[in-house]
């Protein structure tokens, strides 16, 4: 995968270097290119902002810059053999980004990210390549960061990861929160390793058993558990089918019952007295 990122703050991508991100690039999985939006500025001040039409505060990147950087990337990205670029735009009021986001994401052999500052870029400039090429306006949180830059190193940790030989166990995303299949929309469960004691505590007995099954089953408990206690929005969001007859069990001692207005088993689920204490 190619990666490129255009920013007035390059060393904030720094990060890039380090831990599986930076060993995927060593190892030549993940082609990765910083790039400074003030040298695609031609004014002595290096400017890349300025005053909003229509007033109000703060400021907005002007199109110029991104227009040239942007044109300036892609060429290099096509006369290097990279093809089916996809720019992703890190914006509060974009799409959430979630882990059926990043699988998608990581299919693409190309990814462009303008990391904006102020305001904003100048809407104008999202418009001009949307009509070239995918544009993804990403949102990693219902909140605003100073810019982009730090959704850029969430977005590219979620996805490089996903990228065949970037983990040493292929199969370690496959429990993870919102990983596609069995565990959709559902968080995780807590996870324990050595010693078996430590400060008085101890762990599940289940997990010193040596039952595949039951351990199986216990895990996807605590998952249905955690979801239930920290986002029961996700547990009404889910598939029916993606709900055992165990599971159903499960979820009527935490406090779930299917809608009576439903089909059976429905997709809404409403909470009922009686909830495990």
Same mark, same amino acid.
């Given at each position: ?15 890039? +270097? ?5 060993k #995927? ?12 939006? !003030? ?6 001040? +290096? ?5 909003? *039409? ?10 110029? $810059? ?12 096509? %006369?290097?053999? @990279? ?6 735009? $890190? ?14 994401? @990581? ?31 990403? @949102?990693?949180?219902? *909140?605003?960061?100073a ?9 590219? /940790? #979620?996805?490089? !990861? ?6 040493? +166990? ?6 993870? =929160?919102? #990983?596609?299949?069995?565990?959709? +929309? ?5 996870? *324990?390793t050595k ?13 010193? =058993? ?8 216990? !895990?996807?408990? /605590? ?5 239930? #206690? ?5 547990? %009404? ?10 599971d159903?069990?499960?979820? =009527? ?7 009576? %207005? ?7 689920? !409403?909470?009922? /007295?009686?909830? %495990?204490?």
């Amino acid at each position: 995968m190619r990666l490129d990122v255009v920013t007035i703050f390059p060393e904030y991508l720094d990060p890039l +270097n380090v831990s599986l991100v930076g060993k #995927a690039r060593a190892r030549g999985q993940l082609d990765v290119h910083v790039h400074d939006l !003030r040298s695609w500025t031609y004014d002595r001040h +290096n400017t890349v902002d300025d005053t909003p *039409y229509g007033g109000g505060p703060g400021m907005v990147m002007k199109t110029e $810059p991104w227009g040239d950087a942007l044109d300036s990337v892609l060429a290099d990205g096509y %006369e290097t053999g @990279s093809h089916a670029p996809a720019l992703i735009v $890190p914006t509060p009021s974009g799409r959430p980004f979630t882990q059926e986001l990043a699988v998608e994401l @990581s299919a693409r052999p190309w990814l462009l990210f303008t990391p904006a500052r102020y305001e904003g870029i100048d809407r104008r400039v999202i418009d001009e390549y949307a009509t070239r090429i995918p544009v993804h306006e990403v @949102s990693i949180g219902d *909140y605003v960061l100073a810019g982009g830059e730090a959704a850029v190193l969430v977005i590219t /940790e #979620a996805v490089a !990861r996903l990228l065949p030989g970037v983990l040493g +166990n292929a199969e370690s995303h496959r429990d993870d =929160s919102f #990983a596609p299949g069995a565990m959709a +929309n559902l968080l995780e469960g807590p996870v *324990y390793t050595k010693p078996p004691e430590w400060r008085g505590r101890g762990i599940p007995d289940v997990l010193l =058993s040596g039952h595949h099954g039951k351990i199986a089953r216990w !895990r996807r408990d /605590e998952a249905l558990r955690r979801t239930t #206690a920290h986002r029961p929005d996700l547990i %009404e969001r889910c598939d029916p089918k993606a709900f055992d007859k165990k599971d159903r069990e499960m979820l =009527s001692i935490l406090g779930w019952a299917p809608d009576p %207005e439903g089909e059976p088993y429905g997709r809404f689920w !409403r909470r009922t /007295e009686g909830v %495990e204490q």
